[in-house]
């Protein structure tokens, strides 16, 4: 029978979702078939199950730590951030439609019911559910709806350990007032706690631990200390993503606001001769760029408006003047082109509005969305390249009749007849070995191979991590049978 435990956390970005990703790996090694959950999860970094269906990226890198196909019950419901107040909101893979932020809080009906099935299902296949919450049990205001944390966690009756974050200060603050506005019924599911992201001396920290254990009456289950190669994974969110210092190849990105898939710069990030460099908002895009990458977006015309504002649309003309390269993918894409309609107002407000011009496309949005996995070949040297396709909308002009890349028969992408813009709906393409090869040499510097590799070495480094840090034998005792 599947036993089940989960990670809750005393806020959001307190290293969750790589957690539960490193104990995967540790009992997938020690001969456990082990799935990640995610009930609810918010996020514009999707990825596309073998089945056609969204989850969290998350839950697509757990899975992968736990040596199985991704899969919609892992996170059973997604919900995409469109607008400050609005997401557009998936469920077992699909697309429901998108809800204000208020009605979703006042109207959450079948949710639970679907993350109870989903979690079903997959402990039907496995001896240990490893599942994860979202933001903080302590939300209280948030408690009466709730099917992230403890409202999952009672409805399904699993036992919780609470992850507290040391590197953003007040710890014990976090776990012990995390005991105090938790309701009676929530503190009988909570069997432990744990640190994470600790630096320096382990030993220092001993008496906080002991106080921490004497005002909740939990048990300590480890102390992490900071797991240095994380930058090394594709990032859950935004609050993940930062620049990364490499060699003299400078690919610049600008933070676009609603920026989307972003796991597209992890094989870059992770090239020695290659800096990634992340451009936040009131900052201008660096004149030395060798490639400027337009990112997918939640809210492509929304995002198009923001990316004005900052005035990279005057950076990124300038750097095509100087003759640098720029790539866009999916909303970057459609952002390329000449306009962007949109009549049906699927990406907000219906609207018509003029793109950048590099490319001689024009975009129109739809209300029917593509999601899938696809492999894909470079037409001009045959180099094979998977990704996955998450968009709505179609994209069509004379430079689609350079389309870079073959999808079976299908012409895929647009590239301008100097060959220096190219557009392009798929995602994750830079993590085929050979075609991220071909694209560093074109701006002439070499590539290290190998990405898929140096990720499965950097998974099995987090559960050698964890092992050491954490008493994972009692972990286990904690877990508890699934409840049917």
Known sequence: MARSIMIQGTGSNVGKSLLVAGLARAYVRRGLRV?????????????????????????????????????TDMNPVLLKPETDTGAQVIVQGKRRGTQGAGSFLRDKSGLLEAALESYHRLAADADLVLIEGAGSPAETNLRKTDIANMGFACAAE???????????????????????VLEPQDLERVVGFLVNRFRGDLSLFDGGRDDIAARTGWPCLGVVPWFWDAWKLPAEDMMDIASHRGGACKVVVPQLERMANFDDLDPLAAE??????????????????????????????????????????????????????????????????????????????????????????????????????????????G?????YEIHMGRTEGPDCARAWLTIGERPEGAASADGRVKGSYLHGLFSSDRFRASVLESLGYASQPGYDDGVEATLDALADHLERYMDLDQLLTLAQPVVR
């Open 35 to 71: 799935a990640p959950f995610k009930p609810q999860n918010m996020s514009n970094n999707a990825a596309v199950t073998p089945e056609g269906g969204e989850i969290g990226r998350a839950q697509a890198l757990q899975a992968r730590a736990a040596r199985r196909a991704p899969h």
């Open 158 to 180: 699993v036992p919780v350990v609470i992850a507290g974050d040391i590197h953003r200060g007040g710890v014990i603050a976090q776990i012990v007032g995390t005991h105090a």
């Open 272 to 381: 020695p001769e290659v800096t990634v460099e992340i451009v936040p908002p009131g900052r201008a895009l660096p004149g030395d760029a060798d490639l400027i990458i337009l990112p997918g977006s939640k809210s492509t015309i929304g995002d198009l408006g923001y990316l004005r504002g900052q005035g990279w649309d005057i950076d990124i003309l300038a750097h095509y003047r100087r003759g640098g390269h720029v790539l866009g993918l999916c909303g970057g894409y459609q952002m390329l082109g000449k306009t962007i309609d949109d009549p049906e107002g699927v990406d907000g407000r219906p609207g018509k509005v003029e793109g950048l011009g590099l490319l001689d496309v024009h975009t129109v949005m739809a209300n029917d969305k593509r999601v899938t996995l696809t492999e894909a070949v470079t037409r001009d040297s």
């Open 383 to 387: 180099l094979p390249v998977s990704g």
